[in-house]
């Protein structure tokens, strides 16, 4: 079992910065690539960047510039770091990792519970 769990969210004003944290715990044998998504309301879920186990990150055009995906591999934790905030960032935000859980498992996705991200002044 392998559980995603997130931390970091929050409520800031316009041009702040929050850090984001994605803890992933349980039966872990290779973390292969790690996202972040984000939903506002009304909106589909979108992803917003991503990293792969050789370090590899891409970021959708609106976040380039000012969001950082980041990783840990020894502690199996993630993260984005959101600088400049602005209010249309308002959002859910949840981790997805893409996880093996033994030598020979296929991989699959696992998601985070999600945390809340305003941006308001």
């Known amino acids: 079992q392998v559980q995603l769990v997130e931390s970091g969210g929050g409520s800031v004003q316009p041009g702040e910065s929050l850090r984001l944290s994605c803890a992933a715990s349980?039966?872990?044998?290779?973390?292969?690539?790690a996202s972040w998504y984000r939903q506002a309301p009304g909106n589909q879920r979108e992803l917003v960047a991503t990293?792969?186990?050789?370090?590899?990150?891409n970021y959708v055009d609106f976040v380039k510039g000012r969001f950082t995906i980041s990783r840990d591999s020894a502690k199996n934790t993630f993260y984005l770091q959101m600088n400049s905030l602005k209010p249309e960032d308002t959002a859910v935000y949840y981790c997805?990792?893409?996880?093996?859980?033994?030598?020979?498992?296929?991989?699959?996705?696992?998601w985070g519970q999600g945390t809340q991200v305003t941006v308001s002044s």
């Open positions: 349980g039966s872990i044998f290779s973390l292969i690539a």
């Open positions: 990293i792969t186990r050789g370090g590899t990150t």
């Open positions: 997805k990792a893409v996880i093996r859980s033994s030598l020979g498992a296929n991989s699959r996705d696992y």
